[in-house]
């Protein structure tokens, strides 16, 4: 496989890299640079979303007719190489890679006309309706019923796990309108806005004392049929494509920057003695394991793309992709931590908001190390357990 770019993709390198000096602001940097998750908070991600707005850029995997790139794969993935490496902030996933794909493949034209737009340029700002107690990676099982009333439906039973709910104003959501037969044959896929009457936040904080996440409770809410995406009862076949999307994606890059701030942390003198962690033979032999790992992702990537540059979609490839790449983000994350030592477990909070002027606790690259192993150790549940996810590869791509 070559790797190597042609002279076009040089180009279109140089071209994104003098777009990011000059676009990428020093606020904007600080915010992708404090980010512990997938998410960036909704103010900064929304800022830098309507400069790529502008630009043409915001959606480079849409089709060109509803506003994408008509980039190539290479492109794209030079894309994401060049904004992991700048530290930009991460544009909430919701709208733009999971609920748009779906609406361009199931929705009517009345939804695509109205929700696609106001996707791209931001307007609207998308949680995901999936995870209930009791229902995760068992999604099927969901209980969150919507009893059909006239031109409604009325829902009752809660969501959980449901990132920056609390910001959003509208939520895709799988609810279960039918109760005998197959699981999997009682589910329907609808659009719903969080302002609705019934619906109520409640926040979940994490271990790293931050609040993504949220519990949102459903007392008999009104939900027009008109929002309803695919066949009722169908819904199941939607949200299936959907996280295809939601599982697949660009780890390479991402995996690539971590690993070059860990071996320079690990290249650095310790403080009094002047020993470098680099020089331990354990240390050193984990690193350069994790280092083969990520370059499996960017040659496994690479093969993937190929694929889509074929009109496939990522299918079961997205179950392998999310399950390497969240392993090793793991492993990066641990090797950090035990560089970092006993700063790990300093509070760090106050320093990480953007624009504060309190100093961190010890070195400087410590500041987001013990939230992102914390908030990352979810990676390999969310978006269906990486035990789900090897089962589906086992049924998929190995026959058994």
């Not at 700048?86 to 609406?103: I, Y």
């Amino acid at each position: 496989m070559d790797l190597n770019f042609t002279r076009e993709d040089a180009a279109f390198r140089d071209e994104v890299r003098a777009f990011l000096d000059e676009k990428l602001t020093p606020e904007l940097k600080e915010a992708g640079s404090l980010t512990t998750s997938v998410f960036t908070d909704k103010k900064w991600n929304l800022a830098w979303q309507k400069i790529l707005y502008e630009k043409g850029w915001v959606a480079p995997n849409w089709p060109v007719e509803y506003g994408g790139t008509g980039w190539t794969e290479m492109q794209k993935y030079i894309w994401a190489s060049e904004c992991a490496r700048a530290g930009t902030p991460h544009l909430s996933p919701m709208g733009l890679r999971m609920c748009a794909p779906v609406l361009m493949k199931y929705g009517t034209p009345e939804q695509k006309a109205f929700y696609l737009p106001r996707i791209l340029k931001g307007e609207d700002y998308w949680c995901q309706g999936y995870s209930e107690p009791g229902s995760g990676s068992d999604l099927a099982s969901l209980q969150l019923r919507a009893v059909s009333d006239g031109d409604d439906y009325v829902l009752n039973g809660s969501k959980i796990w449901t990132t920056h709910a609390h910001f959003a104003n509208r939520m895709f959501c799988l609810v279960r309108t039918k109760w005998d037969g197959k699981p999997q044959e009682g589910i329907t896929f609808l659009l719903l806005e969080m302002n609705t009457p019934g619906i109520k936040v409640e926040p979940i904080i994490t271990l790293a004392g931050e609040h993504e996440v949220n519990q949102v409770f459903f007392d008999e809410v009104r939900v027009p049929k008109a929002n309803r995406v695919g066949p009722e009862h169908e819904g199941w076949t939607v949200a299936k494509y959907l996280l295809e999307f939601e599982r697949g994606g660009a780890y390479a890059a991402g995996l690539a920057v971590g690993l070059e701030k860990l071996r320079a942390i690990a290249m650095a003198e310790r403080a009094g003695d002047g020993t470098r962690l680099i020089d331990e033979p354990a240390f050193r032999r984990k690193l350069d394991e994790t280092e083969i790992s990520v370059k499996a992702m960017e040659i496994t990537e690479h093969r993937v793309m190929a694929e889509l540059a074929g009109g496939k979609n990522p299918g079961p490839a997205s179950s392998m992709l999310k399950t390497r790449g969240t392993e090793t983000t793991q492993a990066i994350d641990e090797l950090a931590v035990e560089a970092l030592a006993y700063y790990a477990n300093a509070d760090q909070r106050a320093a990480r908001e953007p624009g504060s002027n309190i100093a961190p606790i010890g070195p400087a690259h410590g500041l987001t190390v013990m939230p992102r192993y914390l908030n990352n150790r979810a990676a390999s549940i969310y978006g269906g357990s990486n035990e789900i996810q090897r089962g589906i590869m086992a049924k998929l791509v190995l026959g058994l």
